[in-house]
Nanobody, 115 residues
Framework: QVQLVESGGGLVQAGGSLRLSCVAS????????MGWYRQAPGKQREWVAT???????TYAIFVKGRFTVSRDNARNTVNLQMNSLKSEDTAVYYC?????????WGQGTQVTVSS
């Protein structure tokens, strides 16, 4: 089994910053990518950012320029630095791991941005 545990969520004022982290453990064979999704109340889960094993990053248009995704391959860790947060960034943030086409998910961490 593969486990992912997120941390770093919380309450922050608009314009502030938070840093999320996610550690993966268990029977991991070959990670091709890790990243983040989020789900706001009453909305579908949406993709936020991805970083490949080679370090290439892609971002959703609504976070580009504000969020930065990074990885520590040796520790199977993915981070999300979130700056200039807006109230619309309020959501549960989920990290994911792609292992040979199989997706694994964390339990989510709540991010609340007050305006």
């Amino acid at each position: 089994q593969v486990q992912l545990v997120e941390s770093g969520g919380g309450l922050v004022q608009a314009g502030g910053s938070l840093r999320l982290s996610c550690v993966a453990s268990g029977r991991i064979f070959s990670i091709s990518a890790m990243g983040w999704y989020r789900q706001a109340p009453g909305k579908q889960r949406e993709w936020v950012a991805t970083i490949t094993n080679g370090g290439s990053t892609t971002y959703a248009i609504f976070v580009k320029g504000r969020f930065t995704v990074s990885r520590d391959n040796a520790r199977n860790t993915v981070n999300l630095q979130m700056n200039s947060l807006k109230s619309e960034d309020t959501a549960v943030y989920y990290c994911y791991l792609d292992d040979r086409g199989i997706a694994y998910w964390g339990q989510g961490t709540q991010v609340t941005v007050s305006s």
